[in-house]
C-alpha cells in the first residue's frame, strides 16, 4: 500500500495576526485567493487517487484557518475520503471566533478531527473563548502554550532570509537530515495549488517566486500527463533525496536544540 504520514492542504493565505517570524511569511506578502471547495475537492481526488493511505490529512495555512467562510464545507469535502485517513486535523491561532455552522461540522465529526490550538497570550479572552467552544464540539483537543515562560518547543526558529548561502553538498546534506521535517515528520508534505512539496520552506518559497521552481523538488498532483504510479515514484524519489534547492535558501534551524536559536513566539509586527 502506498501511504504517507501526512498531507497539509494550505486552504488560505491570510492570517489576522502579524507575526514577525511567521514562518509562512503571511504579513509579509499579498494572499493569494483563498481555495475554494471545487479546487479542494480535485486536489483531494487527486491525492486520494495516489496515497491509498495518510495518516493525517490537515486543513490549514498559510494563515489563519479559521477565517475561511468554507471552512465546514472543506471538512466534509475531506471527509468523504474518511476510510482512507486516521486523523482530520485542523490549526488555529486561537482568535477567531467559532462560527455556528463550524460548531455544527465539529460536532458531526468528532473525535474523527484533531485541532491544534495555538495560544499566543495575545488575546487571552479569545483565546479561552475558542478553546472553550472546541471542547464543547468534542474534538480532540491540542493546545500548543506559546506565552512567557516554557513555551512549547522552546519558542520559535527563524528560517532567515530567502537568499542563496552557497552551501556545499556535505552542508547541505547536513542540514536536511538534522531537520525535524526530515529526523521527525519525515516529509512536512503540503499543497495549495496541487504542487505537494516536502515543507513549507519549498512550497512557500516557490509559490512566492522567492526560491526557482524546481519541478523535481514537488508532486505536482493535478499533472494529467502523470500515471498515478508515476506520481508515487516522485514522492519516493523526493523523500530519499539528500537535500532540497530550498535547503540553501533556509536557516535549517528547524528542530534546533540549541536554546539561543529559539526565539519568543508570535511577537507582532508593528
Ligand atoms: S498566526 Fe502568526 S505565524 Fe500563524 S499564520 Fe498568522 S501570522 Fe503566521
Ligand atoms: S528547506 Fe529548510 S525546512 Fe525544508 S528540509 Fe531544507 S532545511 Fe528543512
Redesign the pocket.
Known amino acids: 500500500m502506498f501511504a504517507l504520514g501526512k498531507l497539509s492542504l494550505i486552504i488560505l493565505t491570510r ?5 514577525r ?7 509579509q506578502n499579498k494572499p493569494f485567493p483563498d481555495m475554494t471547495v471545487p479546487e479542494a475537492e480535485r486536489i483531494l481526488k487527486a491525492a486520494f487517487d495516489v496515497a491509498e493511505h495518510i495518516n493525517t490529512l490537515h486543513l490549514t ?4 484557518p479559521f477565517l475561511h467562510p468554507k471552512l465546514p464545507e472543506l471538512v466534509h469535502a475531506a471527509m468523504r475520503y474518511q476510510e482512507q485517513f486516521d486523523t482530520l486535523m485542523l490549526f488555529t ?1 486561537s ?1 477567531v471566533p467559532l462560527s455556528d455552522s463550524l460548531k455544527e461540522v465539529l460536532r458531526t465529526y468528532g473525535q474523527k478531527i484533531l485541532v491544534q490550538a ?1 495560544r ?1 497570550g495575545l488575546y487571552p479572552e479569545r483565546e479561552e473563548a475558542v478553546v472553550n467552544d472546541l471542547k464543547a464540539c468534542g474534538v480532540r483537543l491540542k493546545i500548543e502554550k506559546y506565552y512567557g515562560e516554557d513555551q512549547s518547543f522552546g519558542g ?1 526558529v527563524d528560517f532567515g532570509p530567502w537568499e542563496a548561502r552557497g552551501r556545499t553538498p556535505e552542508e547541505l546534506e547536513s542540514i536536511f537530515k538534522e531537520c525535524s521535517v526530515t529526523r521527525v515528520l519525515k516529509g512536512n508534505w503540503r499543497t495549495r495549488d496541487g504542487k505537494v512539496h516536502w515543507c513549507s520552506r519549498s512550497q512557500r518559497g516557490m509559490e512566492l517566486g522567492l526560491i526557482p521552481d524546481m519541478p523535481e523538488d514537488y508532486v505536482d498532483l493535478l499533472d494529467e500527463t502523470q500515471t498515478v504510479e508515476e506520481k508515487r515514484q516522485k514522492f519516493l524519489q523526493i523523500a530519499s533525496r539528500r537535500y532540497l534547492s530550498a535547503c540553501d535558501r533556509c536557516s535549517g534551524d528547524a528542530g534546533t536544540e540549541n536554546q539561543e536559536k529559539r526565539h519568543p ?2 511577537e507582532q509586527m508593528s
Not at 492570517?15 to 507575526?19: A, G, N, S, T, V
Not at 517570524?21 to 504579513?27: A, S
Open positions: 492570517c489576522d495576526l502579524k507575526c517570524l511567521c514562518c509562512e511569511y503571511v504579513p495555512g498559510g494563515g489563519e491561532n482568535t495555538s499566543y520559535w513566539a508570535a
